[in-house]
């Protein structure tokens, strides 16, 4: 099953990168991101690829302004949006690393940085069970709507914790199924990434 649902996962990512305005099934995009809190002039101003294919469930960023100098890390950074606002956030003096399974979220989030202005992002393309970072290495990571997407939640959030510096920061924004949801309400809410 879990091998099932990465398959899955990167087909329908791989799918939002490189035509977004074909999901129907999730809201994406700028408008998408508006609505999650975002500020709207901030959105407005990136370029378009920066979030056409932006899809957050929230906004992990308003949960606590980042400071200057940070280290952050996005686990699930997509096409970078959150990376992109959080390297903004940090200033050059701070670094942003975005990881990501999906080779075609990854090449856009380093084209999308470069259009953006941004040189203190690394976007690497890696399985979030198991960073390529080292242990307390962190200040903060961020995460948007990525935890309910990965089969083995306490692989990933046992290495979120590895690589976070003590007194470190854990930001993020997802869905989940409430206790006392039918089977039948399961399956009127479609597929697990539905």
């Not at 879990?2 to 087909?11: Q, S, T």
């Not at 932006?54 to 940070?70: H, I, Q, S, Y």
């Not at 050059?92 to 075609?104: C, E, L, Q, T, W």
Request: with cysteine.
């Amino acid at each position: 099953m879990p091998n099932n649902i990465r398959a899955e996962v990167v087909e329908r990512f791989t799918r939002i990168a490189h035509a977004p305005q074909q999901e129907e099934k999730f809201p994406v995009g700028p408008a998408s991101a508006k609505t999650l809190g975002y500020d709207a002039d901030v959105i407005d101003q990136l370029p378009p690829s920066v979030t056409e294919s932006f899809t957050g469930v929230g906004n992990p960023l308003a949960l606590r302004k980042l400071m200057t100098g940070e280290a952050v890390l996005d686990v699930g950074c997509g096409a970078g949006l959150d990376s992109i606002l959080a390297a903004r956030a940090v200033g050059p003096s701070g670094k942003v690393i975005g990881v990501d399974m999906i080779k075609a979220m990854v090449d856009k989030a380093k084209t999308n940085a470069k259009m953006a202005g941004v040189a203190n992002v690394e976007f690497i393309q890696a399985s979030i069970e198991d960073l390529p970072l080292d242990h307390g290495s962190m200040d903060t990571v961020i995460s948007n709507g990525v935890l309910n997407l990965c089969p083995d939640k306490a692989k990933v959030l046992g290495e979120i914790f590895r690589v976070l510096r003590t007194g470190g920061h854990l930001q993020m924004a997802d869905i989940l199924l409430e206790d006392g949801v039918s089977p039948e309400e399961v399956a009127r809410k479609g597929a697990w990434s539905d």
